[in-house]
């Protein structure tokens, strides 16, 4: 026998909010009422019958038709809702707002939906496309900045009978009282500590600037706001001097670029500095081309984003950072005030964070089903094993967390937005980027793909190119 369908009705509201007029006959309503007899059957003891196996009649005598309206309203709504979602090609995006008419075996059932639904956006040409490719030279300055970097590794530290310059290195003794009790962490012994680099207060940069060994440095100053349980408060310090260390770089010559990296010549060492940090910014660039490239497309479309989405996003991230906070052992207020930042400026930064998040999915979704873009198999395993080697994991053990987790969907949106930004690279027009010859030069193939950060809500995912590394 066929089940007789639903009948639905809509009103679009506006462009992310539909209202679902739907009618399901009463024998759809009758069958619900028996299912969930059967159903409240099963827990009940009456005698002659096997749990699940009584009559309806006995059932009501039991529980009343008011409990069995009930557990059959509740089971109904949904499988209604659900067909008339599907009826009308409609994706919910958030909870409906359900009012019910009637519900009667002998009237049968109507209700109203109101619902978000994801917006209706037709994929823009990809022609025309042209951005900026993002900074990658190497400047010799940056280059400079990498071997004095190695010379400070290699640098010789001596004890010198002198006052302590900035950057120079102090053996101290620390001791950090507030009201008279050394506060949690606030005593160290023979610790090394650089002139000038910040690491406490910048008064105890102010103090021991000058000072000599065998000096005892007393004052008050005030905590950082964001130390633990005193933090602004005003703290007594004692700092004993046991001796000031001076760095002695070695001299920039072949002898030190043979030690830093067995080259023969500085020029080698340099060559070589340079290289590496040109690799790196290459890959940087097109792991940031993407995100230009993304954003610059998702721009040409206007995007309505359903608030309810929006909200429900952001409070699962705040609720995802309250629990971050919670293992590192504080609040999230604490950890939010560790970041300079406050509950309610957060908010409204992952506010906006979202709402472009959210625009790119819409875009790249769409994209991805016009250019008819699908997931084989081996891209899942690709994607697996890319979280795998992000978080440090077994490639076994993430997909176990997928599948218990239920995020294969998300991982499978993600993987598709992915390959819908790659479509849009590649059909983009690109200034400024590096030439053939130099990503010859340096192993990188034009059509290497680009190292990807973020995965499926490890959802993760801001802006335009994260919006395919979510979750973004």
């Known amino acids: 026998m066929t089940t007789p369908p639903v009948t639905t009705t809509v009103e679009r509201l506006d462009e992310v909010r539909v209202r679902l007029s739907v009618e399901a006959p009463p024998e759809r309503v009758r069958t619900a009422f028996d299912r969930a007899a059967r159903t409240l059957s099963k827990d009940l003891r009456i005698p002659g019958f096997r749990p699940g196996r009584a009559p309806r009649p006995i059932v009501e005598q039991k529980v009343g038709l008011g409990a069995i309206a009930q557990a059959a309203l509740e089971g109904a709504l949904q499988e209604y809702y659900v067909e008339a979602l599907e009826g009308e090609s409609l994706d919910s995006v958030a909870r409906p707002e359900v009012d ?46 990498q071997v004095e970097q190695l010379r400070e590794r290699f640098a010789e530290v001596v004890v010198v009978d002198r006052d302590a310059a900035a950057g ?17 962490g606030g005593s160290v012994e023979g610790a090394l500590y650089e002139v000038g680099s910040g690491g406490v207060t910048p008064e105890l940069d102010r103090r021991v600037l000058g000072a000599t060994a065998g000096d005892v440095l007393t004052y008050d100053d005030e905590l950082p706001e964001g130390y ?22 070695p001299e920039l010559d072949d002898d030190f670029a043979d030690s830093a990296g067995g080259f023969d010549t500085l020029d080698e060492l340099r060559a070589d500095v340079r290289a590496s940090l040109l690799r790196r910014r290459v890959l940087e660039g097109r792991h940031q081309l993407r995100a230009v490239v993304a954003e610059a497309y998702v721009a040409r479309h206007e995007v309505p984003v359903p608030p309810t989405l929006l909200s429900d996003t952001v409070a699962e991230r705040m609720t995802r950072l309250g629990e971050e906070a919670e293992r590192l052992g504080g609040t999230l207020d604490e950890l939010l005030a560790l970041e300079g930042t406050s509950r309610e400026q957060h908010e409204e930064q992952l506010r906006e964070q979202s709402e472009r998040m959210l625009r790119s999915q819409f875009v790249l979704d769409a994209l991805a089903r016009r250019l008819e873009l699908t997931v084989q198999s081996a891209d899942v395993d690709a994607e697996i094993g890319r979280l795998a080697a992000e978080h440090g994991m077994q490639p076994a053990e993430v997909a176990r967390l997928v599948r218990d987790q239920g995020t294969l969907p998300a991982l499978v949106g993600d993987v598709l937005r992915r390959k819908a930004i790659d479509a849009v690279v590649a059909a983009a027009e690109v200034d400024g980027g590096p030439d053939e010859a130099t990503l010859r030069e340096l192993g990188l193939a034009a059509a290497e793909p680009a190292p990807e950060e973020g995965g499926a809500d490890d959802a993760g995912v801001e802006d335009a190119a994260d919006a395919a590394d979510a979750s973004a």
């Open 168 to 184: 120079d290195l102090v053996t101290i003794d620390l001791r950090v009282e507030v009201d008279g009790a050394v506060v949690d």
């Open 100 to 145: 019910v008419e009637r519900f009667d075996e002998r009237e049968g059932c109507a209700f109203t939906a109101t619902v978000e639904v994801r917006p209706e956006i037709v994929p823009a040409e990809l022609d025309d496309l042209r951005v900026t490719h993002p900074e990658w030279q190497v400047p010799d300055a940056d280059v400079d900045a």
């Open 228 to 249: 633990p349980e005193h933090g602004g408060a005003t703290a007594a310090f004692t700092v004993t001097v046991h001796d000031v260390r001076e760095k002695r770089l």
